[in-house]
């Protein structure tokens, strides 16, 4: 996987030719030389001897490291040349950073040659190499990990249950719980299992997690609190600290339940700060704090010890251990002895468990004899003996050490990308591996899209647990993730990001300047910012090596009209652009000139239109576009963006009409949100018709935001099954008042797996399901309607998985016969009162067939059965 970065390479270089000649010209007379080297380069990068050598010939490593070195220099310098061709502009720009790039380029041309050289010598002499003995470190991924739902809880079973009785308890006040203990210990772990707990879901109507970490700002944690409870307002951005904590304690009065854990809380001034948010007189209020430090747990609250978290003991250690590395409890006898030895060294740190556990299950899917196991296993036993004594310091940072090192190259950098985001940030997956894809870190495999490549990826860092999901979607794909802090600050700098210029986060000192200082920034390739955002961008960077510019602060920042274009101004190479954060008031007219640009996130206050000019950018593969207007007419032409794959925008999207051309759009696969009057209206000639020649379309959202309910409302028809984009996975329809009776349609939709109907998708008192469809629907989310009753059994949902209900006020009941559906694990209704008792005996029915066939033992039970969750709970 060495070789991506020279792949990336030859990629540009070949979609130059193909699609823009005429901005390389300067360097026509040299790209035969270069790609034929950079060809050299890559099958020597791609070749196993070369793989092996890596982690012990110092030579072969140099080599690979001033490889990649003249690579990224000469990349920096075509994309210099491109931008100065392609605007004359930026000229004085790239002169101040590129000294005459065209000859710096001839001398780059000249370096490479001279590694070409370098190589062929080397594979001529490759009999004085020792590979001996030396096993290579990279990973197959045409079968990704699979990533397993229930948390491993071993050894906090008897600590959830004291936490959640104290939780229980009736005070005459607002109580605070700390639960106590250093880092790794398994805080967070033992918090998130109480917070999901059944009965403390039940117990409590109001549940609201927040994660403070140490550069935590009040308002930050002040919105997010807030966003639990309410709609965000434009308003509440502009109130003062005391006014958000003020409405939060006035919203929480009175005999409201509520529990609030505030994950992660460092000094006791910090506490101080944030309390002021909690109403002191509700005694039927819980907070729930996780520190390091016993003081702030005291302070907190003077009257209730702290309930200090215990090491685990050698045997949970032991088992916690089994269970990651073989999901279950079982080992194989010739590996408990080692085993229990790891496990013993760990000194009964969950962390490190869990880390090292990640390195034994990949250790053992990797190596089929037991022999070899056995042996990796006892090195590995070895390796951990010289640092087992100081796991609170720097010997905890040591076993995630010696899970980076085992990571496959091309993981190591996506590990280092993570750092793209603030600490305990609550990372979208979707944005993640695009951003991945858009910087080039993903290999392309065949018969698997560079998706599903990144997703492996993913899966992969995710099973060796050096990250950890915190939600998943509805299908089971994982949505966000995180990864802890002692492994956040390991990817920062004991994983080399520093040295190696990979990213860095501008952040302001305790003097008040920038470090490092913004006249240092011409040296990294990433850069991301997420506090005191305004001062950055006024102080006008200039980043000309900048490949990825990102902002996540959980501020909401208006740029002032004179700094609008600031940021496209000094970065002219940037590949990935993500400050959704931000919110321009315009567009600024220096973004075109950014053609480099493969991913796109930007906010705007009051913009309708998304202009002509976006289709400049013939690079770009993801484009987010976030608006306050509730409407967008999208005059760039997306279908001739062809490289284009994701567009999103949360406006009601009034799209151009798509020509005849099959190729037009034919990488689409993400469209959302799309005006549904356009595609829909009853005797309009829409651009549906031609949405079935977008063969790769999976995600599709219909939105009307234009009409109201009386002038929609029967004129909207949904168009036959056989002019859908046949890849449809997943539809979305909202406030397009469509009769029940055309839901037959999309049931004859043959890879449709996930159905979300939101706001009155679809009204009228009755629905009868017609058999023979909905063959593959796994999810179905039914929004705010006026349905009454709902006849279907289950034979016409064969695969229906999630069944969620939100203000169906009026129906009477979930048909009883979505009991006899096999796959059906969760029903979940939110505001249908009148529905509920039909649910519970729903639940009643699958547990019931549970315990049959648990009887008659005719199938492995699975340790998750159906759930079923109602709200309002019935008093």
């Not at 900048?546 to 700094?563: A, Q, Y």
Request: proline content about 4%; aromatic content about 10%; some cysteine.
């Amino acid at each position: 996987m060495e070789d991506l970065a020279v792949d990336f390479l030859l990629q540009n270089l070949q979609r130059l030719q193909i699609y823009r000649p005429h901005l390389i010209r300067e360097a026509e007379n040299h790209l035969e030389t270069l790609e034929n080297n950079l060809r050299l380069f890559k099958a020597f990068l791609n070749d196993d001897a070369t793989k092996k050598a890596l982690t012990q010939n110092d030579s072969v490593l140099g080599l690979v490291c001033e490889i990649n070195e003249v690579v990224y220099e000469l990349e920096d310098i075509i994309d210099a040349v491109v931008s100065q061709a392609a605007e004359s502009k930026t000229k004085n720009y790239f002169l101040r950073a590129f000294p005459t790039p065209p000859e710096k380029l001839l001398a780059i041309v000249k370096d490479v040659e001279s590694f070409g050289f370098t190589i062929r010598d080397m594979y001529e002499a490759r009999s004085t190499i020792d590979f001996a003995g030396v096993q290579t470190n990279d990973d197959e991924l045409e079968e990704a990990p699979q990533l397993r739902k229930d948390n491993n809880v071993v050894g906090f079973e008897d600590e959830a249950s004291r936490v959640i009785g104290h939780l229980k308890e009736q005070n005459d006040h607002l109580d605070v719980i700390s639960i106590v203990g250093m880092a790794g210990l398994g805080k967070t772990t033992l918090a998130a299992m109480v917070f999901h707990d059944p009965e403390i879901q039940y117990e409590f109507r109001t549940r609201i997690w927040v994660c403070v970490s140490q550069d935590f700002t009040e308002k930050n944690v002040f919105l997010a609190i807030l966003r639990e409870l309410m709609s965000i307002t434009d308003n509440m951005y502009r109130k003062s600290n005391k006014e958000l904590a003020q409405l939060i304690a006035s919203y929480l009065g009175g005999r409201r339940r509520f529990l609030i854990v505030m994950d992660d809380v460092w000094t006791l001034k910090d506490w101080d700060e944030l309390k002021i948010a909690f109403p002191q007189s509700n005694n039927m209020g819980k907070v729930l704090i996780t520190t390091r430090h016993t003081q702030v747990a005291w302070n907190a609250n003077p009257n209730r010890r702290p309930h200090r978290l215990r090491f685990l003991n050698e045997e949970e250690s032991w088992l916690l251990l089994k269970s990651v590395v073989f999901g279950t409890h079982d080992c194989p006898v010739k590996l408990i002895e080692v085993g229990r030895v790891i496990a013993k060294q760990c000194h009964g740190l969950a962390l490190a468990l869990m880390v090292m556990g990640g390195i034994l299950a990949k250790t053992n899917s990797a190596l089929d004899a037991m022999d070899a196991r056995i042996n990796e296993w006892e090195k590995i036993a070895e390796s951990m003996d010289e640092y087992r004594y100081n796991l609170g310091g720097s010997g905890l940072v040591k076993f995630i050490s010696l899970s980076y090192k085992r990571l496959p190259y091309h993981l190591r950098t996506c590990f280092h990308y993570l750092t793209m985001f603030p600490e305990d940030f609550e990372i979208p997956v979707w944005k993640l591996i695009r951003m991945w894809i858009s910087e080039g870190f993903v290999e392309q495999k065949a018969n698997l899209s560079l998706e599903e490549v990144a997703e492996s990826y993913l899966k992969d860092l995710i099973s060796r647990n050096l990250v950890t999901v915190s939600k998943f979607y509805v299908d089971g794909r994982v949505k966000t993730c995180r990864i802890h802090d002692t492994v956040f600050e390991f990817c920062k700098t004991g994983a080399g990001c520093d040295s190696e210029n990979f990213i860095k986060e501008m952040k302001k000192s305790i003097d008040g300047d920038f470090e490092p200082p913004i006249s240092s920034i011409q040296i990294y390739h990433r850069l991301c910012i997420h506090s005191d955002v305004l001062d950055f961008i006024s102080s006008k960077p200039c980043g000309p090596c900048v490949r990825s510019f990102g902002c996540f602060s959980r501020d909401e920042i208006i740029l002032p009209t004179e700094n609008i274009s600031d940021i496209p101004a000094g970065f002219k190479l940037l590949r990935v652009l993500d400050v959704n954060p931000i919110k321009f008031i315009r567009i600024p007219s220096e973004l075109y000139h950014l053609v480099h640009l493969r991913y796109i996130a930007l906010s705007f206050i009051d913009v309708t239109v998304l202009p002509a000019a976006f289709s400049k950018f013939w690079n770009l593969e993801t484009l987010i576009f976030y608006t306050t207007s509730r409407t967008l007419e999208v005059k760039a032409d997306i279908w001739e963006m062809i490289h284009l794959r994701h567009l999103k925008t949360n406006a009601s999207a009034n799209l151009l009409k798509k020509g005849k051309s099959n190729e037009q759009g034919e990488n689409l696969q993400t469209l959302g949100t799309i005006s549904s009057e356009t595609l829909l209206l009853n005797g309009k000639n829409g651009s549906f018709d031609s949405f079935k020649k977008l063969e790769n379309i999976e995600k599709l959202k219909l939105i009307n935001d234009l009409f109201s309910d009386s002038i929609l409302e029967g004129q909207l028809r949904l168009p036959p099954p056989y002019k859908y984009p046949p890849k449809l996975r997943s539809l979305t329809l909202s406030d397009s008042f469509l009769d029940w009776s055309q839901m037959s349609i999309l049931g004859m939709l043959e890879n449709l797996e996930i159905l979300k109907l939101k706001h009155k998708a679809f009204m009228g008192k009755h629905w009868k399901e017609v058999d023979g469809g909905f063959n593959h629907l796994e999810v179905l989310q039914i929004g705010r309607t006026d349905l009454v009753s709902w006849i279907a059994s289950g034979h016409h949902f064969p695969r229906l998985r999630r069944l969620e209900l939100r203000n169906c006020e009026g129906l009477k009941e979930v048909p009883l016969g979505f009991a006899d559906i096999p796959s059906f694990q969760l029903l979940d209704l939110h505001r249908c009162k009148s529905a509920a008792a039909s649910a519970r005996k729903i639940c009643e029915a699958k547990q019931e067939k549970k315990r049959e066939k648990k009887r008659k033992r005719t199938e492995t039970i699975k340790k998750n059965g159906f759930k079923l969750s109602v709200f309002p709970p019935e008093d």
